[in-house]
T-cell receptor
């Protein structure tokens, strides 16, 4: 158990819909990272937050957005969903911001878009 | 970020050492080598990381060549539970988003 929790575990929705994925980092960790894992793209970094502020962006679509709240939990919002958004979404946390460090991953949310 | 090259798959007999290689010939001086593994579709699990010295923890050992262009992850006594995809990641310590490659699928055979 990494100490990172993600909800829900599974999500099934239809094209065009909007969903929110939630992540609670390990106690004391200020950084949260979001990754997407699809069959054809592998694990891809989406976005990083540190203590409530966006720190880095990766291959995140404009239809996707994220935020980190004062209690340090984070939410990833996916809108206008397409079939290709079906994937595993992982959240990771680390104790460091720009100084790096190992990341601890949650169990993931499996999103299925029908 | 430096690119890494790993063999797509490897087998290892249970109880033997598993040696997983990784090439990172374009690594920069400030970049660390991290190893993670992913068992089935679970979240990636941190194994070990290092800069230039060899490192050992309760899970594995990491051997980095003197020129830092390659490294080897060693699982000393592989068990069936070590069957997983192993990822070698090279990243600067500062602002270290991880860029995962395709990894090595390790199968431990009874």
């Amino acid at each position: 158990d990494s100490g990172v929790t993600q909800t829900p575990k599974h999500l099934i929705t239809a094209t065009g819909q909007r969903v929110t994925l939630r992540c609670s980092p390990r106690s004391g960790d200020l950084s949260v990272y979001w990754y997407q894992q699809s069959l054809d793209q592998g694990l891809q970094f989406l976005i990083q937050y540190y203590n409530g502020e966006e720190r880095a962006k990766g291959n995140i679509l404009e239809r996707f957005s994220a935020q980190q709240f004062p209690d340090l939990h984070s939410e990833l919002n996916l809108s206008s969903l397409e079939l290709g958004d079906s994937a595993l979404y992982f959240c990771a946390s680390s104790s460091a911001g720009t100084s790096g460090g190992e990341q601890f991953f949650g169990p993931g949310t499996r999103l299925t878009v029908l | 970020d430096a690119k890494t090259t790993q063999p797509p798959s490897m087998d290892c007999a249970e109880g033997r050492a598993a040696n997983l290689p990784c090439n990172h010939s374009t690594i920069s001086g400030n970049e660390y080598v991290y190893w993670y593994r992913q068992i089935h579709s679970q979240g990636p699990q941190y194994i070990i990381h290092g800069l230039k010295n060899n490192e050992t923890n309760e899970m594995a050992s990491l051997i980095i060549t003197e020129d830092r262009k390659s490294s080897t992850l060693i699982l000393p006594h592989a068990t069936l539970r070590d069957t997983a995809v192993y990822y070698c990641i090279v990243t600067p310590r500062v602002g270290n988003q991880f860029y995962f490659g395709t990894g090595t699928s390790l199968t431990v055979i009874p």
